[in-house]
Antibody, heavy 121, light 107 residues
Framework: QVQLVESGGGVVQPGGSLELSCAVS????????MHWVRQAPGKGLEWVAF????????YYIASVKGRFTISRDNSKNTLNLQMSSLSPEDTAVYYC??????????????WGQGTLVTVTS | EIVLTQSPATLSVSPGESATLSCRAS??????LAWYQQKPGQAPRLLIH???TRATGVPTRIGGSASGTDFTLIINSLQSEDFAIYYC?????????FGQGTKLEIK
């Protein structure tokens, strides 16, 4: 059974940093692309970052490029998102998600429960 | 960036009836479009991928179709568990983008 469990959310001041983690189980983590998707309170979904199965390929949306770093540790079945220079606009629930299949990127077949990041002074 | 425009923003339908949700892409995405359902306090759930292929466990009364850059999600015989927010999402081109969502509510 596929499981994704995010952690690391919390309250941080503007300009601060935070690292999110997603522990996965129930599938061969090293075969799948992984994603971070966020949702601001009461708003829609926004795809934040992608990392390929071996970590060699990463994509970011423009608003986080240079501030966020997606990474993975295939030996520990863990996905990470290092966030810095945070602003109130980054306040959201952050979900990790798994590609549905290994050969198609971008269809989030499984999701974690999300972790809330609140950026406020 | 590809913009997905969903309509209507809110759809009020009675249980047992059908609902038709629309999603229009600002440029071609081929069949690289998915639909997700999200209920309050929950993560999204994949319903449809490749424009018309149901995800595992999705009932056959839920279906997707495509015509060019116009995509449709149809839910027949609405049940209480279907009332939620629905998002379309393109994965043809990075950045992957979502529509703004359609809230399906009980009439």
């Amino acid at each position: 059974q596929v499981q994704l469990v995010e952690s690391g959310g919390g309250v941080v001041q503007p300009g601060g940093s935070l690292e999110l983690s997603c522990a996965v189980s129930g599938f061969r983590f090293s075969d799948y692309g992984m994603h971070w998707v966020r949702q601001a309170p009461g708003k829609g979904l926004e795809w934040v970052a992608f990392i390929g199965y071996n970590g060699a390929t990463t994509y970011y949306i423009a608003s986080v490029k240079g501030r966020f770093t997606i990474s993975r540790d295939n030996s520990k079945n863990t996905l990470n998102l290092q966030m810095s220079s945070l602003s109130p606009e980054d306040t959201a629930v952050y979900y990790c998600a798994k590609d549905r299949i290994t050969t198609v990127r971008g269809v989030a077949g499984s999701w974690g429960q999300g972790t809330l990041v609140t950026v406020t002074s | 960036e590809i913009v997905l425009t969903q309509s209507p923003a809110t759809l009020s339908v009675s249980p047992g009836e059908s609902a038709t949700l629309s999603c229009r892409a600002s440029q071609a995405v081929g069949s690289n479009l998915a639909w997700y359902q999200q209920k309050p306090g929950q993560a999204p759930r994949l319903l449809i991928h490749a424009a018309s292929t149901r995800a595992t466990g999705v009932p056959t009364r839920i279906g997707g179709s495509a015509s060019g850059t116009d995509f449709t999600l149809i839910i027949n015989s609405l049940q209480s568990e279907d009332f939620a927010i629905y998002y379309c999402q393109q994965y043809n081109t990075w950045p992957y983008t979502f529509g703004q969502g359609t809230k399906l509510e009980i009439k």
